[in-house]
C-alpha cells in the first residue's frame, strides 16, 4: 500500500525555520512535490524535484525554499527559511509515477507563521 506521510510541521515566529519530511513507503516515485493551501485559499504547488534531483521551486519560495530528497530512504524534504506569515498553510507531499501514470497525496503537516 503506498504511503506519504509528512511531518515537521509547527508553530514558528516570523524569519524562523522548518524542515519538512515526507516518508514515502509502498513504491518508488518520479516527480515528487510540495503543495500547500491555506485558509480559504487554492491547493497550490511550492517545489517539484524529479527523481535525478532537477528541482523547481516557485517564485514565493526561491530562494527561501529548498526542496530535496533522499531516493534511497524513499523521503522527501522541504526546508524552509526565513518563513513569513503568508506562509501559513498546511503542506502537503505528493509523488507522481510515470508508468502507470499515477498520483499519490499526504494527509498534510499544518505550518504556522506569527508576525
Known amino acids: 500500500q503506498v504511503q506519504l506521510v509528512e511531518s515537521g510541521g509547527g508553530l514558528v515566529q516570523a524569519g524562523g525555520s522548518l524542515k519538512l519530511s515526507c516518508a514515502a513507503s509502498?513504491?518508488?516515485?518520479?516527480?515528487m512535490d510540495w503543495y500547500r493551501q491555506a485558509p480559504g485559499k487554492q491547493r497550490e504547488l511550492v517545489a517539484t524535484i524529479t527523481r535525478g534531483g532537477t528541482t523547481n521551486v516557485v517564485d514565493f519560495a526561491m530562494g527561501r525554499f529548498t526542496i530535496s530528497r533522499d531516493n534511497t530512504k524513499n523521503m522527501l524534504y522541504l526546508q524552509m527559511n526565513n518563513l513569513k506569515p503568508d506562509d501559513t498553510a498546511v503542506y502537503y507531499c505528493?509523488?507522481?509515477?510515470?508508468?502507470?501514470?499515477?498520483?499519490?497525496w499526504g494527509k498534510g503537516t499544518q505550518v504556522t507563521v506569527t508576525s
Open positions: 505528493h509523488a507522481e509515477t510515470m508508468y502507470p501514470m499515477l498520483d499519490y
Open positions: 509502498g513504491r518508488t516515485f518520479d516527480d
